[in-house]
């Protein structure tokens, strides 16, 4: 389990006995004449993970590979909710991979007496969507008829020009316990490039997920990505 917070990877250094994902429906129920009551489908709502674990004061064999600082990591969250950003969070290794972009809803923690540096904490992420809009650029063009001429204004989304000639795509088979940003580290060394993956296979990824209701960036085993 990690969470990524500005760009730094922080790895959860005690797993939690119990994860839990929940997924509220939106659906409503209508009266239809003749029919009565029935359920009118719609897509869920955002997805919620929590838990509840600690960031130990020292090495142990249930700890998994911590090096840093419990009271850094406790900084770094009560920071990005004061700056209200997003993080990344990601589980892999079982069937319940995620992999996707999270806000963090609610945040507590504490110490407790002859445990000193240990922090207890509960946590609770909800799932974040980019709702940024698109860049435009507005395009004028005269319309000429016998007795006036008018102005159309048409716009249209663009994204900025790249310069250089792109490297020759290749590709990869995902396998069980991958994630776009394990792929993106293990091809750029660096896992915060995932969403240029995603983009240059948004179809087939978009396709899945509508199909079994996962996050944006959920992807299965036996998906041939390209990697631009």
């Known amino acids: 389990?990690?969470?990524?917070?500005?760009?730094?990877?922080?790895?959860?250094p005690v797993l939690p006995s119990e994860l839990t994902v929940e997924l509220e429906g939106k659906n409503s129920k209508v009266e239809v004449l003749q029919l009565g009551e029935v359920n009118r489908l719609r897509k869920r709502g955002l997805k919620t993970i929590s838990w509840d674990s600690f960031f130990p004061s020292y090495m142990a064999p249930y700890?998994?590979?911590?090096?840093?600082?419990?009271?850094?990591?406790?900084?770094?969250?009560?920071?990005?909710?004061v700056e209200a950003k997003p993080i990344i969070f990601i589980l892999l290794g079982?069937?319940?991979?995620?992999?996707?972009?999270?806000?963090?809803?609610s945040f507590s923690y504490s110490e407790k007496g002859g445990e000193p540096g240990d922090i207890y904490y509960t946590i609770k992420l909800t799932e974040w969507v980019d709702y940024s809009?698109?860049?435009?650029?507005?395009?004028?063009?005269?319309?000429?008829?016998?007795?006036?001429?008018?102005?159309?204004?048409?716009a249209t989304a663009s994204e900025p020009k790249r310069t250089g000639t792109p490297p020759k795509p290749k590709t990869y088979t995902v396998?069980?316990?991958?994630?776009?940003?394990?792929?993106?580290?293990?091809?750029?060394?660096?896992?915060?490039?995932?969403?240029?993956?995603?983009?240059a296979n948004k179809e087939i990824?978009?396709?899945a997920n509508k199909k079994y209701g996962n996050?944006?960036?959920?992807?299965?085993?036996?998906?041939v990505l390209t990697i631009p």
Request: net charge neutral; hydrophobic share 35%; no cysteine.
């Open 1 to 12: 389990m990690f969470i990524v917070i500005d760009n730094k990877e922080i790895q959860i």
């Open 63 to 81: 700890v998994v590979d911590f090096t840093g600082n419990a009271l850094d990591i406790v900084m770094s969250i009560d920071k990005v909710m």
């Open 94 to 105: 079982n069937d319940l991979d995620i992999n996707g972009w999270y806000s963090i809803e």
């Open 133 to 154: 809009p698109s860049k435009l650029i507005l395009k004028e063009t005269k319309l000429t008829t016998p007795t006036q001429t008018t102005t159309k204004t048409t």
């Open 175 to 199: 396998v069980k316990g991958d994630s776009l940003w394990a792929i993106a580290k293990k091809f750029y060394n660096d896992g915060n490039q995932y969403p240029k993956i995603y983009d």
């Open 205 to 207: 990824i978009d396709k």
């Open 215 to 223: 996050s944006k960036y959920t992807i299965y085993p036996g998906q």
